[in-house]
C-alpha cells in the first residue's frame, strides 16, 4: 500500500515506519526531525514538515496524491512557544483527516491516548479527543487507537521512570498507587499493520494496553531491580502539594513533568485488554516478557543515573557564570583587577570597559543558561571564553600555574564539565 505516515520521527511513528518497511509498503513519512530516521527503505520517501504551519485542509492534499491509507503519529508530551495540545492534537489532524477524506482515502488510523473519552480532563486528552471525534464522523473506515504508556527502544516516559527508580528514595504520589498497563511498542506496530489489512474489521476504537495492570510504586521498584540496585524506601508526596510544585521539573527542563501528566498519573492508565488481544489475535506482551527480565546495559543505567543530574549542572554552570560576574562587579577590588588587566596588555580606558564588560557577558551567560537559550549555541561560546580565559592568564600570569588555590587548573575540570554538557544537550529527546 501507498501510505502516508505523520509524526515518524517521534518514539511510536519510528517503530511504526520500521515496521511498514518490513511489510513492503511504500512510505511517505512525514516528520519535523528527518535526521532521526537514519534507517529508511528506498520505497520511504521522507518529507520534512512542519506541522504548526499546515493551516488548512488543502494544504495536505498535495501530500495525499496516490495515498491509500493515513496513519497519524503527531503528539508532543509538553506544550511549548508554538508548540500547543490544540494544535498539532486536534486541529493539525483533522485538517488532515478531512482532507483524506476529500481525496478519496478510505482509510485513516489515528494514534490517540487512553484516556481521551468522556471522562477527559486535561488539555492533553481533551486535544487528542476533538480529533479522534473528528475522524468518527467522516464516512470511512477509521480507527482511533489508544495507547497506555508505551515502552521500547526510546521511549521518554520510561526513561523517566527509570531515572525515578535509580534514586535513593523512591518517590511517589499519594502511596503510589495509581495502576498503570504499559504496552509494548511492537504491540502498538502490531496492530497498526493489523488495521492495515483488507479484512480487518473497521470503525474501532481501541484501547492498547499490556496484559494486566500494575501500580506505580511496584514498577518503580522493579525497574530499580532491572538497573541491578537493592530496594529503596518509598517517600509519598501529597498529590495536591506535587501539583502546586510541578512548575519546578517543567523549569528544569523535564517536558514529562507537567500538571497534566501528573494527574493523568493520579487517574490512573489501564483498560480491558480483551479488545485489542482479540483484534490482534493473541495476547499482548507484559514488562515480564519484554522489559524486566533483561538486565539494564551500561547505556541505560548511565542515563538513569544522569537523567536528574543534567538539570543540576546547568543550574551550577549557570551560577558559575552569575557569581563571577557579580562578585567582579561589587565585591572583589577592582584595582586589583585592573593589575590583573595590565599584565595582559589592557590599561588605561580600555581597563574599566573590559572589566565591566566582561563582568556583564558573565551574567549575560548565566542568565541564558539559566533559560536554557539555545543550549548548544550558549555552550560553545562558554568553551571558547574558557579556554580563551584560562590561554590568557596562563600565559600573561605564569604563576598562576603553581598558585594552590589553582586558579587556572580548575579552568581543566570546568572545560571538560561543559563539554559534557554539550553532549547531554545533544541527546535530548
Known sequence: MNILLTGASGFIGRHILRALEQQNHKVTACCRNAEK?????????????????????????????NIDAVINCVGIIAESPGQTFHRLHAQVP????????????????????LGADACAHSAYHLSKKAADDTLRNLDLDWYVLQPSIV????AQSMALFQALAALPMQPVIDGGRQLL???????????????LKAEAPARLTLPLVGPSPIDFGQLLQQLRRRLGKKPAPTISLPGNLVQRFVFIGRWLGEPVCNADNIAMLQRGNTADAGPVEAFLGRATHSLEQRLLPQPASQAERWHAGLYFLRPLLRLSIAFLWLWSGIVSLFFYPHEQSYRFLSATGVTGIAAPITLYGLALLDIALGLATLAAYRPR?????QLILVL???????????????????PVLKNVPLLITLLVYLHLEGERP
Open 37 to 65: 530516521l537514519f534507517f529508511k527503505s528506498a520505497d520511504t520517501r521522507i518529507v520534512r514538515l512542519d506541522y504548526a504551519a499546515v493551516s488548512c485542509d488543502s494544504d495536505w492534499l498535495p501530500y495525499l496524491q
Open 151 to 154: 515502552y521500547g527502544d526510546g
Open 388 to 406: 580563551l580565559y584560562t590561554l590568557t592568564v596562563g600565559i600573561a600570569l605564569p604563576e598562576f600555574w603553581l598558585h594552590p588555590f589553582g
Open 94 to 113: 483533522a485538517s488532515l483527516f478531512r482532507a483524506a477524506e476529500r481525496a478519496g482515502i478510505k482509510k485513516i488510523i489515528q494514534i490517540s491516548a
Open 377 to 381: 549555541r550558549l555552550i560553545l561560546i
Open 181 to 195: 498497563q504499559p504496552v509494548h511498542v511492537s504491540d502498538v506496530a502490531d496492530t497498526v499493520l493489523q488495521c
